[in-house]
């Protein structure tokens, strides 16, 4: 490998994301113009819905999706359905995470509760939600009744174990949590990221795509990339955390050191709390509210990170997480390593399969964005 070039193979990432960030656009953008033109429907919302699906995010989550369903033998078209109902959810759950925690920042644009009002954004991400849930009833007619009802099932439990997550972390931000292990930020990251992120994905895909007949052996493969979903999550969710604070700002598309000013427990935070001796003046920097936070304490606390190598730290996890996740994707061996696009199969992009999950691993962790 050259000295600059990346440790996974870009033409594979960037040709799987690409296919299934066009085939994603255009299904919502049908999607969102039926809905619109619906006897006494109000168009101007549907517009507002367009914005963050809009803004080219990276389309992770579908493309897992559909890879792992062409892994598993599905046509790549017959999990475009519940894959634009996550990219849905994704973009709901951006809204008002976006709200719950003050950014200003998303895809390299003002956040839609800054361009908005919080009112009309709240509202956007209820009804984004809401789209979410049609694209799974229409998928009675894609995938059949067993596995539409069992992907629905499946689309509860990534939300509640978001929901707990995301509750998770807004408590230890507003009871200004002194002293956080690893293990409590993998508990809070695995709830928050890896279910909606990297789990429900890899399942919902194995489950569009598994082969009838062979149901007793979907519950020990759903398992298995459970596992996989878990480790490499962390491991991306570490790097998001990483570029928070080391990023460059216009290839991140995010407030840089935004985390510091939410107060987010990041790894990187957690650790310099535990080991610095200013963890007392770094608290109470943290309880500032993120209106009243300086430039300069942002900057004292992303320092003592860097002192106390809390930036080192954040990387080892990450790369023991990306080290376990490529172990347990070797292991999973009903997923083809590669699938050819058949005749009859409407879907385009040929690496979005078994080459792309494989990737994945590495990209995550050695991503700019």
Same mark, same amino acid.
């Given at each position: 490998?050259?000295?600059?070039?990346?440790?996974?193979?870009?033409?594979? &990432?960037?040709?799987?994301?690409?296919?299934?960030?066009?085939?994603? @656009?255009?299904? &919502?953008?049908?999607?969102?113009? @039926?809905?619109? #033109? *619906? /006897?006494?429907?109000?168009? !101007?919302?549907?517009?507002?819905?367009?914005?963050?699906?809009?803004?080219?995010?990276?389309?992770?989550?579908? #493309?897992? +999706?559909?890879? @792992?369903?062409?892994?598993?033998?599905?046509?790549?078209?017959?999990?475009?359905?519940?894959?634009?109902?996550?990219?849905?959810?994704?973009?709901?759950?951006?809204?008002?995470?976006?709200?719950?925690?003050?950014? *200003?920042?998303?895809?390299?644009?003002?956040?839609?509760?800054?361009?908005?009002?919080?009112?009309?954004?709240?509202?956007?991400?209820?009804?984004?939600?809401?789209?979410?849930?049609?694209?799974? %009833?229409?998928?009675?007619?894609?995938?059949?009744?067993?596995?539409?009802?069992?992907?629905? $099932?499946?689309?509860?439990?990534?939300?509640?174990?978001?929901?707990?997550?995301?509750?998770?972390?807004?408590?230890?931000?507003?009871?200004?949590?002194?002293?956080?292990?690893?293990?409590?930020?993998?508990?809070?990251?695995?709830?928050?990221? +890896?279910?909606?992120?990297?789990?429900?994905?890899?399942?919902?895909?194995?489950?569009? =795509?598994?082969?009838?007949?062979?149901?007793? *052996?979907?519950?020990?493969?759903?398992?298995?990339?459970?596992?996989?979903? !878990?480790?490499?999550?962390?491991?991306?969710?570490?790097?998001?955390? %990483? %570029?928070?604070?080391?990023?460059?700002?216009? @290839?991140? =598309?995010?407030?840089?050191?935004?985390? &510091?000013?939410?107060?987010?427990?990041?790894?990187?935070?957690?650790?310099?709390?535990?080991?610095? /001796?200013?963890?007392?003046?770094?608290?109470?920097?943290?309880?500032? /509210?993120?209106?009243?936070?300086?430039?300069?304490?942002?900057?004292?606390?992303?320092?003592?990170?860097?002192? +106390?190598?809390?930036?080192?730290?954040?990387?080892?996890? #990450?790369?023991? $997480?990306?080290?376990? #996740?490529?172990?347990?994707?070797?292991?999973?061996?009903?997923?083809?390593?590669?699938?050819?696009?058949? !005749?009859?199969? !409407?879907?385009? +992009?040929?690496?979005?399969?078994?080459?792309?999950?494989?990737?994945?691993?590495?990209?995550?962790?050695?991503?700019?964005?």
């Amino acid at each position: 490998m050259a000295a600059g070039e990346a440790p996974y193979d870009a033409t594979i &990432i960037n040709d799987a994301l690409s296919g299934v960030r066009t085939a994603i @656009a255009q299904t &919502i953008g049908g999607y969102l113009d @039926a809905r619109a #033109a *619906e /006897p006494g429907a109000y168009g !101007a919302l549907y517009e507002l819905l367009r914005d963050y699906p809009f803004r080219q995010g990276k389309m992770l989550r579908p #493309a897992m +999706c559909i890879s @792992a369903a062409r892994a598993v033998g599905a046509h790549g078209e017959a999990a475009l359905t519940v894959a634009t109902a996550l990219e849905f959810y994704h973009n709901a759950f951006l809204i008002h995470d976006d709200i719950e925690d003050g950014s *200003e920042n998303r895809r390299g644009a003002e956040t839609l509760h800054r361009r908005v009002g919080v009112a009309r954004a709240i509202n956007a991400g209820d009804a984004t939600n809401v789209m979410s849930v049609g694209l799974l %009833l229409e998928n009675l007619a894609v995938v059949g009744v067993a596995k539409a009802l069992h992907l629905l $099932h499946e689309i509860e439990l990534m939300a509640r174990q978001s929901a707990e997550g995301q509750a998770m972390e807004l408590d230890w931000v507003s009871d200004n949590v002194p002293a956080l292990a690893d293990e409590d930020y993998f508990a809070m990251c695995t709830k928050k990221t +890896c279910w909606y992120s990297f789990i429900t994905p890899l399942r919902a895909g194995l489950i569009v =795509g598994w082969p009838l007949g062979r149901d007793t *052996e979907l519950a020990p493969a759903m398992e298995a990339v459970t596992s996989f979903g !878990a480790a490499i999550g962390i491991a991306f969710q570490i790097q998001d955390d %990483l %570029l928070n604070l080391v990023g460059e700002t216009e @290839a991140y =598309g995010k407030e840089i050191h935004g985390d &510091i000013y939410e107060g987010k427990r990041t790894l990187m935070l957690n650790h310099v709390l535990r080991e610095s /001796p200013r963890a007392d003046e770094i608290l109470r920097v943290l309880a500032t /509210p993120r209106e009243n936070k300086t430039a300069q304490q942002a900057a004292m606390v992303f320092e003592e990170m860097k002192r +106390c190598g809390s930036i080192e730290h954040g990387w080892q996890v #990450a790369r023991v $997480h990306a080290d376990l #996740a490529a172990q347990l994707l070797a292991a999973l061996a009903f997923l083809a390593p590669a699938t050819p696009l058949r !005749a009859d199969e !409407a879907w385009t +992009c040929h690496v979005a399969d078994g080459r792309f999950l494989r990737e994945l691993v590495n990209y995550v962790i050695y991503r700019n964005l």
